[in-house]
């Protein structure tokens, strides 16, 4: 099973601030890494997948990178509506996530 | 856009069964790769099968042998028959599809399943 490490567990931040979210993985996922954004009682919302093809949707202050087993994403100056845990999932091999980031108010 | 909806959670004991259905909207269902993934109180997100457009399933260990995700194109439905579930199968449970494997680009608001005597 591959397995995601984020970082930081927690990032405390002031609104339009930015946000840099770490995902590594155990071994290579090639592009197949995706991310998440989920609140509380809401469902899960895609961001980005393969990599960095962002959603239908999703505001351009969201951008992600990487390849292999390192990567990032990036919000550039966080909305009130961005603080909520993020998480990253590899589609390589049996799908699994990483534990997630919360972004929380500072 | 593809509009999920869950239903079919509840209370029940150990070692019970319950049947957890998916529906969705569109005409693009069949093609659809579709998939249940779980989040247990306090804890991440877990993936707990997937199915493909031509009927492959795939189960998590931590659920093989007694869940088994099936699909009712004609309905537009996805299942999940849990049986012999067990305290730590508490969860709520999402569904998901894509037009891709091991992604969701869609989800539900999720059912809650809570496995206690």
């Known amino acids: 099973e591959i397995v995601l490490t984020q970082s930081p567990a927690t990032l405390s931040l002031f609104p339009g601030e930015r946000a840099s979210l770490s995902c590594r993985a155990s071994?290579?996922?090639?592009?197949?890494l995706v991310w998440y954004q989920k609140k509380p009682g809401q469902a899960p919302r895609l961001l980005f997948y393969?990599?960095?093809n962002r959603a239908t949707g999703i505001p351009a202050r969201f951008s992600a990178s990487g390849s292999g087993t390192d990567f990032t994403l990036t919000i550039s100056s966080l909305e009130p509506e961005d603080f909520a845990v993020y998480y990253c999932?590899?589609?390589?091999?049996?799908?699994?996530f990483g534990q997630g980031t919360k972004v929380e108010i500072k | 856009e593809v509009q999920v909806v869950e239903s079919g959670g509840g209370l029940i004991q150990p070692g019970g069964s319950l049947r957890l259905s998916c529906a969705a909207s569109?005409?693009?269902?069949?093609?659809?790769?579709i998939s249940w993934v779980r989040q247990a109180p306090g804890k991440g997100l877990e993936w707990v099968a997937i199915?493909?457009?031509?009927?492959?399933?795939f189960h998590a260990d931590a659920v093989k042998g007694r869940f088994s995700i099936s699909r009712d194109n004609s309905k537009n439905t996805v299942f999940l028959q849990m049986d012999a579930l067990r305290v730590e199968d508490t969860a709520v449970y999402y569904c998901?599809?894509?037009?891709?494997?091991?992604?969701?680009?869609?989800w539900g608001q999720g059912t809650q399943v809570t496995v206690s005597s």
């Open positions: 071994q290579s996922v090639g592009i197949y």
């Open positions: 569109g005409d693009t269902f069949s093609t659809m790769f």
């Open positions: 998901g599809g894509a037009d891709r494997p091991n992604r969701g680009d869609y």
């Open positions: 393969e990599t960095s």
């Open positions: 999932q590899q589609g390589s091999h049996w799908p699994t």
């Open positions: 199915i493909y457009p031509d009927d492959r399933t």
